[in-house]
């Protein structure tokens, strides 16, 4: 089938993700490697979907739920060179960086823990990532108590002084 369609995440709550798109088949094991190293008490899980050679989903984690729900997320999207990363006890904000700085890594499309859908177009043998929904379209602007609540909330959780 062909044309625009959008394909809805799956994660457990209280999971965030990182969806992004890379050009190799190493990937899988540096990205590990980049939550390992900087988040030892990462629970997590990678896939990878290959867009050549044996176009296999590679995937690594330490946890068999996280493992499970990444692959079908990365066969639901059905595009070649995407990953998926599904987080656990750790923000993206902890290790986002560092997976920009993969050099296998050329975008990331999501960083996140709100509802996620993903554009996507079908042509042929093939699909690419047009775009993403993330989370949901803002209801108004922040008031005065808006702005303290979200500076308290960051220095409350750590990410400001």
Do not use: W
């Not at 656990?88 to 560092?98: E, G």
Request: glycine letters at 10%; one cysteine or more; charged letters at 30%.
């Amino acid at each position: 089938m062909e044309g625009i369609e959008t394909v809805k995440i799956e994660f457990p709550e209280g999971t965030n993700v990182i969806l992004g798109y890379s050009h190799f088949i190493k990937t899988v094991e540096d990205l590990v490697e980049i939550i390992r190293t900087s988040r030892p008490d990462a629970i997590y899980a990678v896939a990878f979907s290959e867009a050549s050679g044996d176009r296999l989903i590679r995937y690594e984690g330490n946890d068999k739920e996280l493992i499970d729900k990444s692959i079908e997320n990365i066969k639901n999207i059905g595009a070649g060179h995407t990953f998926l990363i599904i987080l656990k006890n750790v923000f993206p904000i902890a290790i986002l960086n560092q997976i920009k700085q993969c050099q296998e890594v050329g975008r990331i499309f999501a960083a996140t823990a709100n509802p996620l859908e993903v554009v996507i177009y079908r042509k042929g043998e093939g699909a690419g990532i047009l775009g993403v929904i993330d989370g949901f379209t803002p209801l108004g602007i922040e008031k005065e108590p808006d702005r303290e609540k979200r500076r308290d909330l960051l220095r409350k959780i750590g990410y400001k002084n």
